[in-house]
Structures are given as structure tokens and as C-alpha cells.
């Protein structure tokens, strides 16, 4: 039997799982559409921790919100979009949400379409139309914002640098510039609710300004950089769209708050793990569990297993490799639900445990 303090494993996994490689074939086409959990309240959400064969955790994301996400030929688009975007030139289209942002307080931004030029070697945001105070524009980047680069693999690193500017009729002038920073920092296990992936995560940083000229206001003219913004997204083979995203701005005095989250609404799992493990052929006593925990398999381990504890915000407190027979010492560890998680190559185990102190 072994015994040990769960403080002093934070030791890291050797290889589980195969990291994947992601290029043009795994990402949305005209016609997809898919359905999307929106989260309410996103206090709580973890975002920082990553690494190789990294089990993320958010299974505990709760949305009452869904809305679809649907891809368009650009000739599915408003007619007055056509002579920018097209069959030419443009891939396909996506209908957004309204921004999270103001450009200006004299200018409104609405009912936006974004189109996409997508290749074998990158998918490129190549402009945008919207209603800009109520009269629908068209605007084409100078330059392409670049939002991957094929193929895709761990510890890729890019930066792009995209421009518009547009004439607004009767009101002025609107030019932005922004740089990404894209880094593939981290491979390995997502879960979340109903349903379990092989995934990359790729973090990219966007600094963003617009310059506004308003000859409304005798040629009023100012630069107004926006918020930092941070896209955390976890991308699976023949997922289309990232299966889990965070979106985050950070503030004047440096502080990262979490702005949105979004994730895959799946109403009949189809990338789950094989459940080989499961309530019957594991017993993690006692519940709720106090100085220790035993954990014992009831058929013996074909192949490794391990063990990993989280806290409720997808913090990483303790991994292990699983005997078939253990006891874990539970010292110094908060009273609150935790989750259990066991698994290999093969198989994958959740359960969630309380403990007191």
C-alpha cells in the first residue's frame, strides 16, 4: 500500500496521450452551423494553466444561454457585401454578435457578417460588413488579420499585423491597426460538460487602436486604443470551431478579467473516451473523505492510469500515477468539492469528492 502527501506531487505526466496536428480540413465550411453554451457568469473561470499532455478541466461550466453559429457562403450575405467579398476572393462568411467594444461614442457597430479567406496553408480574417450607424459598409482589410496558420502544432509561434480604414459617407473617417500574437501553448485532454477531447490550445494576444476623424463635428479626430484582449481557444480535429473559448481584456492597471466563454453544446457525446472505468470497478472512500482517501480498483489495471486532483476553478492540486490499491493523505488540503480524475491513453474516470478538514 502506498501513502503520500498530495502537496509534494506536483510532479509532471510522462507522455499519454499523442498530441494532434490540426490543418484546413478541421476547421468550418460554408453550410456548418453549430450550436454554442454561452456562459452568464464567467467569475471563477481558470485560463492560465497549461502545458503538454495537459488535462483540462471545466466540467462544471454551467450555461443557460445557446445560440448557433453558422457559416455562409458570401453570396448568402446582403447583396451590398458582394463587390468586396465574394466567390473570388472570399471563402466564406460568419454572421457575429454584436462587438464587445465601442469604437467611438459616435459611432454604433451592428448586425455584423465577418468574411474569411481560408487555404491549405492559413485562415485569414480578410474584412468585415456591418451597419455602421445604421447605413450598412463594407469594409476590406489592407492587410488580412491571420487567425491560424496550417498545419498547426504545439509550439507554434506567428504574428500578423492587419489595417482597414473606410469613409463613412456624411460622418468622417474610421482607420484601424492591430497585431496578434499567436503561441500553441499547450496539447492535451478537454473536458467539459457531456463530452471529452483531444485538443491544442493556442492563446492569442490582440492589441487593437482606431483612429476616428468626424467632420460631423467640424473634424473632430482622435486615437482610442481598446483594451487588450487575450483569445484562449481549444481546437480538435473535425471540430470546426473551437470546442471551449475564453476571451479576456485587461484593464488600465494590468488586471486580466475574463469577458466571455463559450463552449461546444453536445447533446449526444461522440469524442468521449471509452468509459472503461467507472463507479463499478473503482471505490473512493470514504465520501466525504477527512485526513485520507483510498482509492482501489476492482479488476486489475491492464494498462497505467493516473490521477489527477482539481479544485472548482480548474486549478491543477495534485497528479499521480494510480496503483491498484492507494491511500493519499489529504494534509493540507481546503475543505470544498474537488474532481477526481483517472485515466490513460484509453479509458477516462471523473468523480467528484468532498473533502473536510
Known sequence: MKKCVLIHFLLSLSTVF????????????????YKLNVLGQTLGINYNQ???????NYSNLNSLIVRNDTFYSPWQTPPVYWLFFNGFNTTMAQKMPNPPFSVSPFLSISDVYNFYYVNNARYELTGFGALINNIPTPI??????????????????????????????????????????????????????????????????IFNSDSVRLDTLGGFSGRFP??????????????GIPVLQILTQTNQIGMENVVSVEYLKIDSPTHKLS??????????????????????STEPFAFYYHLQLYDMNGNLIFQDKLHSQATYELKNI???????????????YTQKIWITN
Open 18 to 33: 499523442a498530441q494532434i496536428s490540426l490543418n484546413r480540413s478541421d476547421f468550418a465550411h460554408p453550410g456548418d452551423t
Open 50 to 56: 497549461t502545458g503538454q499532455n495537459f488535462v483540462w
Open 140 to 205: 476590406k482589410h489592407d492587410t488580412a488579420d491571420i487567425i491560424y496558420r496550417f498545419p498547426l502544432n504545439y509550439g507554434n509561434k506567428d504574428t500578423s499585423f492587419s489595417t482597414f480604414d473606410v469613409n463613412i459617407p456624411g460622418i468622417g473617417y474610421w482607420k484601424n491597426n492591430q497585431r496578434r500574437y499567436n503561441h500553441v501553448d499547450g496539447w492535451g485532454t478537454l473536458i467539459i460538460p457531456n463530452d471529452t477531447f483531444q485538443v491544442l490550445r493556442i492563446k492569442s494576444q
Open 226 to 239: 481598446r483594451p487588450k484582449q487575450t483569445e484562449y481557444k481549444f481546437l480538435t480535429q473535425n471540430g
Open 275 to 296: 468509459p472503461h472505468l467507472n463507479s463499478n470497478s473503482l471505490i473512493i472512500y470514504p465520501q466525504p473523505a477527512h485526513s485520507t482517501v483510498w482509492i482501489k
Open 334 to 348: 481546503p475543505t470544498g468539492l474537488y474532481t477526481i480524475i483517472i485515466f490513460n491513453d484509453k479509458n477516462i
